[in-house]
């Protein structure tokens, strides 16, 4: 059975950095797209990044390009979305699922809130 945990989220002030984790099991990695999804408040689930492992290839959404940067610890199953120079407008919750998304492989996500 397939599991995406994600943690690291919490508060902080604008200009800080934060480092999340998506720990999956059930499932290698390395066969597989990653990718970061968030959700605001009031506002659709939007994709953040998306990391292939199998060629080490990562994309990124223009809104966080340049300040968030994806990679992966093969040993650990885990990816992690290290975010830098954050913004309020970067508060959401934040998701990592397969690329595309399966619907069942939706987490709970990890709060990620950045204060003005």
């Known amino acids: 059975e397939v599991h995406l945990v994600e943690s690291g989220g919490g508060l902080v002030q604008a200009g800080g950095s934060l480092t999340l984790s998506c720990a999956g099991s059930?499932?290698?990695?390395?066969?597989?797209?990653i990718a970061w999804f968030r959700q605001a408040p009031g506002k659709e689930r939007e994709g953040v990044g998306c990391?292939?492992?199998?060629?080490?290839?990562?994309v990124y959404a223009d809104s966080v390009k340049g300040r968030f940067m994806i990679s992966s610890d093969r040993a650990k199953n885990t990816v992690h979305l290290q975010m830098t120079s954050l913004k309020p407008e970067d508060t959401a919750v934040y998701y990592c699922n397969k690329y595309p998304p399966i619907d069942k492989y939706w987490g709970k996500g990890t709060q990620v809130t950045v204060s003005s």
């Open positions: 990391f292939t492992r199998s060629d080490g290839s990562t």
């Open positions: 059930g499932f290698p990695f390395e066969d597989y797209a």
